[in-house]
């Protein structure tokens, strides 16, 4: 593996034991299995990210679309709840 940057960070001491034993029974060095691990990781949070337009781009595709009368109905929902008032029961 080529060095491209170097990069020093604290760990706890337990994450770090951890990291080493995982990367023996890998026979790997620490340092080669902690960049498998971020790889790995940027990897999967590319393939979650929308590609482009927005964070909600694409995110519903394929689920249903409220019509007209959907909103309506919750409008009247919320609209009748905020103008009642709570009574309050003696105790």
Do not use: C
């Amino acid at each position: 593996m080529a060095r491209d940057a170097a990069v020093t960070i604290r760990l706890p001491g337990a994450l770090k034991r951890e990291l080493q034993a995982r990367a023996r029974h890998d026979r790997r060095s620490l340092s080669a299995h902690i960049t498998a691990y971020l790889e790995r990781e940027v990897e999967r949070e590319a393939a979650r990210q929308p590609r482009a337009g927005g964070k909600l781009l694409g995110r519903y595709a394929g689920t249903p679309v409220p019509s007209d009368n959907d909103f309506a109905r919750v409008r009247r929902l919320l609209w009748g709840t905020l103008g009642r008032r709570r009574v309050r029961r003696a105790s």
